[in-house]
């Protein structure tokens, strides 16, 4: 699949007759919140890890240099933490453009952990089968490549130790994220 997704996630979900939509926020959407939202509430979804395993050569790489970001792998006992928008329909204009290198919407169910329930809404995941997925490697590698990386929106190493932070006040623990943290800031720590 061509890793922009633009065009493709336009068709993927009707928003007739809706005016606002839950979307579950996991990686730079966390921290990086350049768009409107109604509300937001801390939430988790079942069934899926946080992995830097989708390549970045236009927000936090370049084509010679990808990066490494976020993306969710399908695993049954997992659970991963992030924070819901409820945003109106029109946000999803803005935030295909943002989330173009690979990810696509996908319906989820988010449980709210403030204890107020449940609710389906959207996420972006960007699928072992786009053109940008690097895919697992050792954390060590993973964290060399974070740290050599930089594209249009800044360092990689910021997107890592920027998620990190709001995971750790989100009162999440992410072993992979906090793992590469480590090895990120004590590069000799191998
Ligand atoms: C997300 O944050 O939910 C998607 C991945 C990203 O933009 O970093």
Known sequence: MSANTIEHNRSRQSFEG????WLFGYGSLIYKVDFPFLEQRPAQIE?????FWQGSHDHRGTAEAPGRVVTLIDQPDARCRGIAYR???EVFQHLDV????GYLRFTTTMTFTDGSGHAEGLVYIATPD???????????????QIAG?????????EYLLRLAESLRDLGDHDSHV???ETLLRNPAVD
């Open 18 to 21: 809706l005016s606002s939509v």
């Open 47 to 51: 069934g899926w890890a946080r992995r």
């Open 87 to 89: 945003v109106s329909p």
């Open 98 to 101: 943002r989330e173009k290198n």
């Open 130 to 144: 786009n053109d940008a997925f690097l895919g697992p490697a050792d954390e060590a590698d993973i964290a060399r």
């Open 149 to 157: 990386a930089c594209g249009p929106s800044g360092p990689n190493a």
């Open 178 to 180: 906090f793992a590469l």
